[in-house]
C-alpha cells in the first residue's frame, strides 16, 4: 500500500511539474507555434481524460462528449456577451454540461452496449440541430464572443484543466471506486451481486467526466472567440475524446497523455503532406491499436518492458528458469 501511495505521489508530482513547465514555456522564449501546438496537446488531453473517466473506466463507450464541450462553449460565450464575469461564464459551461449528462445519463445508462452509444450519437446530432435553430445562440451564422482576451488567459486555463483532469484521473483510477468502475466495466451483473451501486456510480462518473467536457469547452470557446454550430458540435470532436485514450491507453492515467501527443504531432505532419487526411490516418491508427496493441499504446510498451527486465533477472539468475 505504501508503495502504491508513493507511485501516487510520485504520479501526482510529475503532472504538475509538466504542467507547470509547459504554462512557462513563454518565459523561455518558446514562439507562437510551440505555444499553439502545446495548447492543443492540453486541449486533447483534457478532453480524453473527460471521455476516458467515463468510458474508458465503466466501459460504456459515448460519443457525447464533443457536444458536452459545444454546450459548454455556448454557455459560456452567452454569459460573457451578457456580461457575467469570467470565471462565473466558464462554471456556467461546466454546470450546463452537467444538466445535459443528467438528461442523457438518466435516459439511457440504463441501456447497454452498443445502444448507449447509438443514444449518445443521437443526442450529438439533435444538439446540433437544436442550436442551429435557437436565435440565443446565433443560428447557423454562429455567435462571436464580444470581449477580447489576451491570448495566454485561455492557453494557461487549458494547461491547468489538463493537468487536474489527469490528476482526477490518477486518484480515481487508484481510489475503491475505481476497483468498483473496472468491476462494473469487467461484468455489471456480478457488480451488481457483489453489491455495487451501479447505476449511481455511472450517472456520478458521467457528471464528473461532463463538467471537465464542459470546461475544455468553456476554454476553448474563449480561445477561439467564435462559435459556429458545424464546427463546435462536428463529430470530429467526439472522435478526439476516443481516439485519444484508446491508442495511448484506455482506462489509464498517462495513456492519454501519449494519445495526445501523438495525435496533434500526426495532425502537424498531414498538414504539410495530406490536409484532407487527418480522419482517415486517425482511423487507420486506431484499428492498428485495437488490433495490435489492445491495452493501448502506454500499457503495451510497459509491459514489453517488464516482460524485458524479467527476462534479463532470470538469464542473471538460471536457477529461477530451472524452478
Not at 454557455?75 to 469570467?86: D, E, S
Not at 461484468?187 to 463538467?211: P, Q, V, W, Y
Request: hydrophobic letters at 60%.
Amino acid at each position: 500500500m505504501a508503495a502504491v501511495s508513493r507511485s501516487s505521489a510520485a504520479a501526482l508530482i510529475v503532472t504538475v511539474a509538466v504542467g507547470v513547465a509547459a504554462a512557462a514555456l513563454p518565459l523561455f522564449g518558446a514562439s507562437r507555434y510551440q505555444q499553439m501546438l502545446v495548447y492543443y496537446v492540453a486541449y486533447n488531453l483534457a478532453l480524453g481524460q473527460s471521455w476516458n473517466l467515463m468510458s474508458g473506466m465503466t466501459g460504456y463507450v459515448s460519443f457525447a462528449h464533443g457536444a458536452l464541450a459545444g454546450i459548454g462553449a455556448y454557455a459560456t460565450i452567452i454569459g460573457m456577451n451578457a456580461g457575467v464575469p469570467l470565471w462565473l461564464a466558464v462554471l456556467a459551461g461546466a454546470a450546463a454540461a452537467i444538466l445535459a449528462s443528467l438528461v442523457i445519463g438518466i435516459t439511457s445508462l440504463r441501456l447497454r452496449g452498443i445502444a448507449f452509444t447509438f443514444a449518445t450519437l443521437f443526442f450529438q446530432a439533435l444538439t446540433l440541430l437544436a442550436v442551429r435553430k435557437l436565435p440565443a445562440t446565433g443560428g447557423p451564422g454562429g455567435l462571436p464572443l464580444q470581449e477580447i482576451l489576451p491570448i495566454w488567459l485561455p492557453q494557461i486555463m487549458m494547461i491547468v484543466l489538463a493537468v487536474l483532469a489527469t490528476i482526477a484521473m490518477v486518484i480515481i483510477r487508484r481510489s475503491r471506486t475505481g476497483v468498483r468502475l473496472l468491476a462494473i466495466k469487467g461484468d455489471e451483473t456480478a457488480a451488481l451481486s457483489l453489491g455495487i451501486a451501479s447505476a449511481r456510480l455511472k450517472i456520478m462518473l458521467f457528471c464528473a467526466s461532463a463538467a471537465i467536457a464542459g470546461l475544455v469547452g468553456a476554454v476553448h470557446g474563449l480561445f477561439t472567440a467564435s462559435l459556429y454550430p458545424d464546427v463546435v458540435f462536428s463529430f470530429d470532436t467526439s472522435i478526439t475524446a476516443l481516439a485519444v485514450p484508446l491508442v495511448g491507453g484506455v482506462a489509464t492515467a498517462f495513456g492519454p497523455v501519449a494519445g495526445a501527443v501523438l495525435f496533434v504531432g500526426v495532425g502537424e505532419i498531414l498538414q504539410i503532406f495530406a490536409p484532407g487526411l487527418h480522419l482517415v490516418v486517425v482511423g487507420a491508427l486506431l484499428l492498428a491499436v485495437i488490433l495490435f496493441m489492445p491495452s493501448g499504446l502506454v500499457p503495451f510498451i510497459l509491459s514489453r518492458f517488464r516482460d524485458r527486465r524479467r527476462f534479463e533477472a532470470s538469464a542473471a539468475n538460471p536457477r529461477e528458469l530451472v524452478q
